[in-house]
Structures are given as C-alpha cells and as structure tokens.
Nanobody
Framework: QVRLEESGGGLVQAGGSLRLSCAASGRTISRYHMGWFRQPPGKEREFVVAISRNGGSTRYVDSVKGRFTISRDNAKNTVELQMNGLKPEDTAVYYC???????????????????WGQGTQVTVSS
C-alpha cells in the first residue's frame, strides 16, 4: 500500500501563499488519482482538488478555483498544492489522499479515496 505524508502547512496572513507537499512511499503514485481534502474547525472533511494519474485532468472545488493549483511529479512520487490568495475560510487541516480506482478521471468524494496522510494544519489570519 502507499503511505502519504503532508508538509508545508503553517500560519499565514490573508492574501498570502503556502505550498503544501505530499510525499508518497511504498508504491508509485502513478497508480493513483491524487486528491487534497480539508477539514475546517468543527466541520466535516471536504474536497478541495484532485488530479488524474498522469496529471492530464484536474478538478477543483469552486471556492479555490483561480487561487489553488495542484501538480504531481510521478518520478519523485510527490504531489503539491500551491495556495495563493489565502482567505481565513481556507483555515483547515489539509489531507493528501490516493484513489486507486480504474476510472479514468479523478473523483471528489472522500469515501472514494483509500489512502490518507495524517494532515497538515493551515491557518489563515485576517
């Protein structure tokens, strides 16, 4: 199975940027669609963005379109999330996840992802 570890979270002022990284081990991530989810304080985990196995297809939640960018490097076994124009409502624990479906495109439901990292905290101050 694949193991995932996030890094790059922290405290940033509104309007600032952060770059999250997800390092995978155990298996090559080229087998998986990869996604980022987040869980704001007191709320349920929600979809943020996903990328297909070969990086050719992405899906974003509307609230981050134009601000966040997902990328992957299958050779390095990493996935990254560039977050610009951060807002206080982006405050959450961010999770990297892997989906081993044979379906062509990336999916958006947390229940469809089999492997998860431990999460990294992102806090955006106003």
């Amino acid at each position: 199975q694949v193991r995932l570890e996030e890094s790059g979270g922290g405290l940033v002022q509104a309007g600032g940027s952060l770059r999250l990284s997800c390092a995978a081990s155990g298996r090559t991530i080229s087998r998986y669609h990869m996604g980022w989810f987040r869980q704001p304080p007191g709320k349920e985990r929600e979809f943020v963005v996903a990328i297909s196995r070969n990086g050719g297809s992405t899906r974003y939640v509307d609230s981050v379109k134009g601000r966040f960018t997902i990328s992957r490097d299958n050779a390095k076994n990493t996935v990254e999330l560039q977050m610009n124009g951060l807002k206080p409502e982006d405050t959450a624990v961010y999770y990297c996840a892997a989906d081993q479906t044979i379906q062509t495109g990336p999916r958006t439901l947390a229940t469809e992802y089999e492997y998860w990292g431990q999460g990294t905290q992102v806090t955006v101050s106003s």
